[in-house]
């Protein structure tokens, strides 16, 4: 089991910058892929960013290249979401999440069984 705790949300500016984290624990020995998800109102969760346990390989969302960059602190047990250049389409709740399938950095949703609660990112105009 993965617990996970997200934090770094808050209001910005378009064009501002900002850095999600989120602390993950679990079993001993266990290892898990990590990705980060946001929900806009009224849409569905969509992928953003994933990497992989090693944090030797990541993948983005096409709307979050350039733009965005996950990495991950092994000792820490941690995870990071650094989000530059933000624009209004990217308001959202921003989720973190583990998966058990931790060698490649899966976007698929339903790959990942672990999930934080999620912390709000607002950007206004």
């Known amino acids: 089991q993965v617990q996970l705790v997200e934090s770094g949300g808050g209001l910005v500016q378009a064009g501002d910058s900002l850095r999600l984290s989120c602390s993950a624990s679990?079993?001993?020995?266990?290892?898990?892929?990590l990705g980060w998800f946001r929900q806009a109102p009224g849409k569905e969760r969509e992928s953003v960013a994933a990497?992989?346990?090693?944090?030797?390989?990541?993948n983005y969302a096409d709307s979050v290249k350039g733009r965005f960059t996950i990495s991950r602190d092994g000792a820490k047990n941690a995870v990071y979401l650094q989000m530059n250049d933000l624009k209004q389409e990217d308001t959202a709740i921003y989720y973190c999440?583990?998966?058990?399938?931790?060698?490649?950095?899966?976007?698929?949703?339903?790959?990942?069984?672990?999930w934080g609660q999620g912390t709000q990112v607002t950007v206004s105009s």
């Open positions: 679990g079993r001993t020995g266990l290892r898990y892929g």
């Open positions: 999440a583990a998966t058990l399938q931790y060698t490649m950095p899966t976007m698929r949703k339903d790959r990942y069984t672990y």
């Open positions: 990497i992989t346990w090693s944090g030797g390989d990541t």
